[in-house]
């Protein structure tokens, strides 16, 4: 059974455009590899022959994975998400107690975060922390260096 993700139209438009890819060009690449290592003679001592079915079935297994997640993608219904709570594709803006720190992030499935642009995963250890906290709330969240306090002052969308 395939696990549930919810993304963006757009980061599922993203995923099916990379699985596409994947199949169209670079499936194709990796066949024309592997015949070109096997033109150049006995298999049994060829490194390249070996090489290029090692990255075709590094390939192969990315199209599964990827299969695998657009098989249990759901586009979330913004319109229908409670916004007086933390939920995925929540804008949430926290202080840290210890350092005065303030940021905000929004909360993305794992195939769209981008700590860069302020997307994190629901699945990472702050986004677990902060779904289904409210505005107020003190989200205490477990990392390697001990708990981390953060004081839910916004949410939105």
Not at 27 to 55: F, H, M, P, T
Not at 96 to 113: F, I, K, P, R, S
């Amino acid at each position: 059974m395939s696990n549930v993700s919810y993304y963006t139209p757009e980061g599922l438009k993203k995923l099916r455009d990379e699985l596409r890819h994947l199949k169209d060009v670079e499936r194709v690449k990796a066949s024309d590899a592997i015949a070109e290592a096997r033109d150049k003679g006995d298999l049994s001592e060829n490194a390249e022959y070996d090489a290029a079915k090692e990255a075709q079935g590094m390939l192969e297994m990315r199209i599964s994975k990827l299969e695998e997640a657009l098989a249990g993608a759901r586009i979330i219904d913004e319109s229908k998400l409670d916004t007086s709570k933390v939920l995925v594709l929540s804008k949430v803006k926290i202080k840290n107690q210890t350092n005065g720190a303030e940021m905000l992030y929004t909360l993305v499935a794992d195939g769209e975060a981008d700590l860069a642009s302020g997307k994190i995963s629901v699945n990472s250890p702050i986004g677990k922390g902060l779904l289904g906290k409210s505005v107020g709330d003190v989200a205490e969240i477990s990392v390697p260096s001990g708990v981390m306090k953060f004081d839910i002052i916004e949410i939105s969308r």
